[in-house]
């Protein structure tokens, strides 16, 4: 566990009883307030008090296959959608993120608008409808200090509602992490195939399975058949973002990434769906991740 963030609660409220309706997100002594809707109860969602409410909001849906997002702030969120982005044709999801109090002003939003760009840009998951990047306002350092709090309470929800374009999956090498980190209680684990001429390792990191700087992976994704799952998706996610890159007839990791699962990992270095809890081993023996995991488990 990474004992340097604290614990925190979250409460998801859906208002239909429905899991694909409208929900509300808050965080116990957070001011803000999120309001999560389908475009198929935007009217029903406009008609709440918290949409009139000064705010940021978010669209989300595809163009041409690629996932596609538009981040805007306005003084009356509703009525900006209603007049304005109610026209755009791409989007099915809004996420509209206000204070219970409404105490957001002009200048918070339009901060709070830049930096969701800023960081939305800067990991590379999704494709931007905004032009270019809105300038900061200035605020005063209290205010951009109170805005840096509100905007990392924001970055925890929209993962736990699964909108992960602002999540950064890369990671510092493994040197740059402290000797005291609980990673050095774990193997190292590695992924060599001769066949496929790949080398890679990969270590478990605070719940994570991070795959090193420098490790190498297939030159592209050879799954026949599979050119439309999850992994392969992720493969050219990885390649588009650079995370992939292109060196002696190989791709290699241009820098640490945290992946979901082994398989998940292995999946991208072999170029094709695979069973990563036996691809995996820990170095420098023949035991598998899925051995080790089994043992661990007897504990």
């Known amino acids: 566990m990474n004992t340097t963030t604290p614990s925190r609660s979250l409460e998801l409220f859906f208002i239909d009883g429905r899991p694909d309706g409208m929900l509300t997100a808050e965080v116990f002594n957070w001011t803000g307030h999120v309001l999560m809707t389908p475009r198929t109860q935007l009217s029903e969602a406009l008609r709440r008090a918290e949409a009139q409410y000064t705010g940021i909001y978010l669209l989300f849906g595809e163009k041409e296959g690629a996932s596609v997002a538009y981040i805007g702030e306005a003084e ?55 032009g270019n990047t809105p300038p900061r306002p200035g605020l ?62 990969a270590h478990l990191i605070d719940g994570e399975f991070v795959v090193q700087a420098g490790s190498s992976a297939r030159a592209s994704w050879v799954g026949q058949g599979s050119e439309g799952h999850t ?44 069973n990563g809890t036996i691809d995996w081993k820990i170095s420098g023996t023949n035991k598998t991740y899925k051995q080790w995991e089994a043992e661990t488990l007897q504990h």
């Not at 999801?93 to 339009?110: F, Y």
């Not at 909108?163 to 590695?190: G, K, M, W």
């Open 231 to 274: 992994y392969a998706q992720l493969y050219a996610e990885l390649v588009r973002t650079a995370v992939l890159v292109d060196q002696n007839n190989q791709k290699v990791f241009s820098t640490s990434y945290a992946f979901k699962s082994p398989s998940a990992a292995a999946a991208v270095i072999q170029g094709r769906p695979t």
């Open 140 to 201: 005063s350092e209290a205010a951009r200090a109170n805005m840096e709090a509100f905007l990392e309470y924001v970055l925890m929800i929209l993962p736990a509602l699964r909108i992960d374009c602002f999540l950064r999956n890369t990671r510092p090498a493994l040197d740059h992490q402290s000797r005291t980190s609980p990673v050095i209680q774990y193997p190292h684990f590695e992924l060599i195939s001769e066949r496929s001429g790949v080398s890679a390792t």
């Open 76 to 130: 009356d969120v509703s009525d900006r959608i209603r007049s304005h982005d109610a026209q755009k044709d791409w989007w099915t999801q809004a996420i509209l993120i206000t204070s219970a109090a409404n105490n957001l002003n002009k200048a918070h939003v339009k901060y709070l608008e830049s930096r969701l760009v800023e960081e939305a840009r800067a990991v590379g998951k999704i494709v931007l409808e905004n």
